[in-house]
C-alpha cells in the first residue's frame, strides 16, 4: 500500500530524517516515539506537505514523490493535523462539505461530529476560528479526516487533549473506522489504548526507525503497557486511564 | 425591468422577485416599484432626489428594501434617503446599489444615506455594493452613511463592496446615545487597478454606549485600499476596532485605526491585521482535495463572508 524508500529530511542544517524505510501494508499502523524523533515530520512527507530531501514514497505502486498535497489527497490519502489549522469565516460545516467531496448534505455531515461526541446542532455552523477550545478543535480535525476518508487516513495524536472521559468513545471511532472503512490507518500515538488496537507499530527515534513490528511484540519489548487497575489521581479505578 | 436590471436586483439584494414588505427599487436615476406599508412610508423628497422612509413607532418584524440599479452607462447620480425610525422598533433594511456599465462613458452613484433612530429599536442594516461591465466606462460609488443612534437602540450593519467598483470613498459616521450600540462588519474586495477608501468613525457619547467595528479587506492585483476606524469615547463606554486584511499579488493596504478617549471610564481597543493568506490555511485545504487555487478562493470567500 505504502512505501518509503530512503527517507531523508534536513532544516536548519539538522537531520530530522535519515534513511527511512518502510512498507505499511497492514490496516491498522501506529507510529509512536519520543518527542521530536521526526514523526509529524514523516507523516507530512507522505502527505506531500514536507518535501523530503531524498528518497521517494510510493502509494498503490506509484511513485508520488514529486505529486502536490491535493493530488495525493484525491488519491486516498487524507491528513489530520497534530495542530489544527484555523480560519476566519470559513465553518465547520463548509469544511465538512470540501472533505466529502460533493455537495453538502446535513445528515451526512452531522453523522460525522456526532462520532466524535460533538453535538452537530451546536457545531455544524462554528466557524474554525481560536473561539473552539483545543479538544473541541482536535475532534473535528478527526471529523474532517474521517468525513473525507480514502484508501489511507494520517492521524497526527488525534487524542491528544482530548478529556479522558470522552476518551473511550474516541478509541470507538478508530476501532469503527479500523472494522468498517476498507481503508488503512496510520496513526501517531503515544496512547496505549490506541496502540494495542495496531497491527504494528513503527517506533521512531532520533529521526530513524529504530523497530518496526507487530503491537504485541513492540508494546512488551518497550513496556507500554501499564497494566490494569491504576490507582491515579483521575480515579478510573480498575480501568487503564491514560493519565 | 430588463435581463441585466433583474440579475444586478440580485446581486445587491439577493431578490428574484418583489420583496416582501415595503420597498423602492430606482432604476437609471427613476422610481421603477415601490410599496409601503400600514408601518413604513417611503416619500420621495421635493427638494432634491432621493426618498424619506419613515418608519412607525414599534414596528416589528418588517423589513425594507431600497436597491438602487444603475444600467445605463456615463450615469451620474446623488441620491439623498433619509430613515426615520421610531421607538422600540425591530426592523431589517437592505440596501444596495448595483452599476453595469458596458458603455464608454462612466457611470456614478453617490448615496447620502442618514439615520434617525429613536429609543430602544434594533436596526438590521445590510448593504452591498456591485459593479459589473465590459465596456471602458468606470464605475464609482461613494456612499455616506450617518447615524444617529437613540438610547437603548442597537444598530448593526453589514455593509460590503465585493466587485466590480474602480474608486470608492465610503464614509460612515456615527453618534450613540446611552446604552445603545453600533455593530459594523465592513467588507471589501478589490482587484486590478481599483481603489477603495473608507473612513468609519464613531462617537461613543452617550454613558454604556457600545461600538464594535470590524473591517475586512482583500486587495488583488495592483489595488489599493485605506481603511480608517476612528473610535472616539466620551463617556464611560466600550469601543472596539479590528481591521483585518489580506494582501495577494501586489495589493496595497492602509489600515489605520484611531482611539481617542476623553473620559476615564471609556475602554478602547484596537488590532489590526495585514498580510498574505496563511500558508497552512492552504495546504489544510489541499489535504481535502483543492487545488491551491481553490483553495486561496475558498479562504477569501470564508473571510469576506
Ligand atoms: N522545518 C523545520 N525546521 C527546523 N526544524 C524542524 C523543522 N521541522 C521539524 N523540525 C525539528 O525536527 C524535529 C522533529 O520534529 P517533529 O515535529 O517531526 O517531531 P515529533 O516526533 O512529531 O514530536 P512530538 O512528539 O513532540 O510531536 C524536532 O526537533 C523539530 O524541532
Ligand atoms: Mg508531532
Redesign the interface.
Known amino acids: 500500500m505504502l512505501e518509503l524508500q530512503n527517507i531523508c529530511f534536513r532544516a536548519d542544517d539538522k537531520d530530522i530524517l535519515t534513511d527511512v524505510n518502510l512498507k505499511i501494508d497492514d490496516k491498522f499502523v501506529a507510529i509512536t516515539g519520543p518527542n521530536g524523533s521526526g514523526k509529524s515530520t514523516l507523516l507530512k512527507v507522505i502527505?506531500g506537505?514536507n518535501e523530503p530531501t531524498s528518497g521517494r514514497v510510493i502509494f498503490d505502486g506509484e511513485d508520488i514523490t514529486d505529486l502536490?498535497?491535493?493530488e495525493r489527497?484525491?488519491r486516498g490519502?487524507?491528513?489530520a493535523?497534530q495542530q489544527p489549522?484555523k480560519?476566519?469565516?470559513?465553518?465547520v460545516r463548509?469544511?465538512l462539505t470540501?472533505?466529502s467531496?460533493s455537495k453538502m448534505d446535513l445528515d451526512r455531515d452531522c453523522s460525522f461530529l456526532k462520532a466524535v461526541g460533538l453535538c452537530p446542532r451546536d457545531y455544524i455552523d462554528r466557524e474554525i476560528n481560536d473561539t473552539l477550545s483545543g479538544g473541541e478543535m482536535k475532534r473535528i480535525e478527526i471529523a474532517?479526516a474521517a468525513a473525507?476518508g480514502g484508501k489511507m487516513s494520517l492521524f497526527d495524536e488525534p487524542e491528544a487533549g482530548i478529556d479522558l472521559w470522552s476518551f473511550n468513545s474516541l478509541i470507538d471511532v478508530f476501532e469503527n473506522l479500523r472494522e468498517k472503512t476498507d481503508g488503512n490507518i496510520l496513526i501517531i500515538s503515544h496512547q496505549e489504548r490506541i496502540l494495542e488496537i495496531a497491527d504494528k507499530i513503527v517506533y521512531l527515534k532520533d529521526g530513524k526507525v529504530a523497530r518496526y513490528d507487530t503491537a504485541e511484540v513492540i508494546m512488551d519489548e518497550f513496556g507500554m503497557r501499564r497494566g490494569r487497575g491504576c490507582k491515579c489521581a483521575h480515579g478510573m479505578e480498575g480501568e487503564s486511564c491514560n493519565g | 425591468m430588463d435581463d441585466i436590471q433583474k440579475r444586478i436586483l440580485k446581486e445587491v439584494a439577493e431578490l428574484d422577485a418583489l420583496p416582501v414588505g415595503a420597498f423602492n427599487i430606482r432604476a437609471n436615476g427613476e422610481s421603477a416599484a415601490r410599496n409601503t406599508t400600514a408601518n413604513i412610508d417611503i416619500v420621495t423628497k421635493e427638494d432634491k432626489p432621493g426618498i424619506d422612509i419613515i418608519i412607525k413607532d414599534g414596528t416589528k418584524n418588517e423589513s425594507c428594501h431600497i436597491p438602487v440599479i444603475i444600467s445605463k452607462t456615463g450615469l451620474k447620480e446623488c441620491v439623498y434617503n433619509d430613515f426615520f425610525i421610531g421607538d422600540n422598533c425591530d426592523v431589517t433594511i437592505v440596501a444596495g446599489c448595483g452599476i453595469s456599465n458596458c458603455g464608454s462613458h462612466d457611470s456614478a452613484h453617490d448615496g447620502i444615506h442618514s439615520f434617525h433612530v429613536g429609543k430602544n429599536s434594533k436596526v438590521k442594516y445590510i448593504e452591498r455594493h456591485y459593479g459589473e461591465g465590459t465596456g471602458t466606462g468606470k464605475r464609482f460609488m461613494n456612499p455616506t452613511t450617518e447615524v444617529e443612534l437613540g438610547e437603548g437602540s442597537t444598530m448593526d450593519m453589514d455593509t460590503s463592496q465585493i466587485a466590480g467598483i474602480n474608486d470608492t470613498y465610503r464614509i460612515t459616521k456615527a453618534d450613540i446615545s446611552k446604552d445603545a450600540m453600533l455593530i459594523i462588519h465592513d467588507k471589501i474586495l478589490t482587484n486590478e487597478d481599483q481603489t477603495a477608501k473608507a473612513e468609519l468613525i464613531c462617537n461613543l457619547d452617550g454613558e454604556n454606549s457600545r461600538a464594535d467595528i470590524v473591517s475586512?479587506g482583500v486587495a488583488k492585483g495592483d489595488s489599493v485600499q485605506d481603511v480608517i476606524i476612528d473610535i472616539s469615547g466620551n463617556n464611560k463606554c466600550y469601543g472596539h476596532a479590528e481591521c483585518?486584511s489580506i494582501i495577494m499579488d501586489r495589493g496595497v493596504i492602509v489600515a489605520t485605526p484611531k482611539l481617542k478617549a476623553s473620559c476615564v471610564d471609556a475602554s478602547l481597543v484596537h488590532e489590526a491585521a495585514i498580510g498574505k493568506i496563511?500558508g497552512?490555511?492552504i495546504?489544510?485545504?489541499?489535504?481535502?482535495?483543492?487545488?491551491?487555487q481553490e483553495?486561496e478562493a475558498?479562504?477569501i470567500?470564508?473571510?469576506?463572508?
Open positions: 502527505m506537505i502536490p498535497v491535493n489527497a484525491k490519502l487524507s491528513f493535523f489549522v480560519f476566519k469565516g470559513l465553518r463548509d469544511l470540501i472533505a467531496g474532517m473525507k | 475586512r483585518d496563511a497552512e490555511q495546504t489544510k485545504l489541499m489535504t481535502l482535495g483543492l487545488t491551491e483553495a475558498k479562504i470567500e470564508g473571510f469576506l463572508r
